[in-house]
């Protein structure tokens, strides 16, 4: 029976140890390609006569990111613009070409989307660069110094694809003709303006499993001695049980190991944990469940508190319903196992302030349901 109960305890304390503190917040992609193509309306210069239809015809763009963490990064991104004149307008076709170098701030991680979707996320972009206009009615080429800023929304697909809506305005500079390609004297300062609306995908690339738009990183590293110490604390309480007890009927150490399984349930050796914003156990709470539900049914006189916890991001009234529904599911699956629910009790308590907030690592060990046994 000792064999029995220091395997399974060491088994649960090593898996669970390892569930809650994975590391994945320094192993992630940082280069993805960017693909965009949609509409755009170039604003101002235009001669009189002139226009485009709104929006217009046609916008692509192609680019290649990098991510320095999963907040910030920079692109170069090469872009293509088509204005023709509309149905009451005078007929003209222009083209606009532009390289640009942007500053990337991850605007969903920036602002803890992660509290409430792992699915949506927000980019911002702006940097400088350089562009040509050309066309039927231009006399040569006009070259042109921009400036661009814009936010791109997200939709992870995939590790691998996230579909992309982007909205971005562009300010030219030194912009000597119309974008109908008429000459416009001393025209300095950042004179044109237009705007681009796209669609498109981001691609992520490299061997790892998330990238960077997708990561939630520690701010530090997660102190786990309490951890340890309680599963050495555990290996030395189940040495203290006397060896010539191993030659004893079980029936005869059952009292012995009641006692002591009860302590570890009540000292919270026999935790079951759950995912971000989740009411279902992780798979690896499985054996924790089992442990105690085999005590309850050998101690029928027995009652159980479930005290249910979520972790400190988000608001309080709704980390409090969270506990209380993690809580109430593990109720549910001692209910349906033969325990009376008279004999359980749930406990929410809300967001477990012990725990550091800002470290993802500790999040994973407040995300629980505990157990104390009456």
């Known amino acids: 029976m000792k064999k029995v109960v220091m395997t399974l305890a060491f088994a649960l304390g090593l898996t669970g140890l390892h569930a809650q503190t994975e590391n994945n917040t320094t192993k992630f992609n940082k280069w993805s390609i960017e693909l965009n193509g949609g509409l755009t309306k170039p604003q101002r210069p235009f001669s009189a006569g002139y226009a485009t239809d709104t929006p217009s015809p046609w916008v692509g763009d192609l680019g290649v990111r990098y991510m320095f963490n999963n907040k910030f990064g920079l692109k170069a991104d090469f872009g293509y613009n088509s204005f023709s004149g509309k149905k009451n307008s005078i007929d003209f076709d222009s083209k606009y070409y532009r390289i640009d170098l942007q500053a990337v701030a991850n605007l969903g991680r920036i602002m803890n989307f992660e509290t409430w979707t792992n699915t949506f996320g927000l980019l911002g972009h702006a940097g400088f660069g350089v562009g040509q206009l050309e066309g039927d009615n231009f006399t040569g080429r006009d070259r042109v110094g921009n400036f661009i800023a814009g936010v791109t929304g997200q939709i992870r697909l995939s590790n691998r694809v996230a579909l992309t809506g982007d909205f971005s305005t562009i300010l030219n500079s030194s912009q000597d003709h119309t974008f109908d390609g008429s000459y416009v004297a001393e025209n300095r300062g950042f004179s044109g303006l237009l705007f681009n609306g796209t669609i498109g995908l981001n691609i992520y690339l490299g061997k790892n499993t998330k990238h960077a738009d997708w990561t939630v990183m520690t701010t530090d ?102 506990s209380n529904a993690r809580a109430t599911n593990v109720k549910t699956i001692f209910e349906k196992a033969g325990i009376a629910s008279s004999r359980l009790n749930v406990i929410a308590n809300g967001a477990d302030t012990s725990i550091q907030k800002d470290s993802d690592e500790a999040r994973r060990l407040a995300r629980r349901v505990t157990f104390i046994v009456k």
């Open 221 to 322: 590293n997660t102190d786990l001695s309490a951890l340890e110490n309680k599963i050495a604390d555990l290996e030395s309480q189940i040495k203290k049980i006397p060896a010539q007890k191993e030659v004893v009927i079980e029936k005869q150490l059952q009292p012995v190991d009641n006692d002591l399984i009860k302590r570890m349930i009540n000292d919270k050796y026999y935790s079951v944990y759950f995912d971000f914003n989740k009411t279902t156990p992780i798979e690896n709470s499985t054996a924790a469940i089992d442990v105690v539900l085999n005590y309850l049914r050998k101690n029928p006189s027995a009652s159980l508190d479930l005290v249910g916890y979520a972790d400190q991001v988000g608001k309080a009234e709704y980390n409090e319903r969270l």
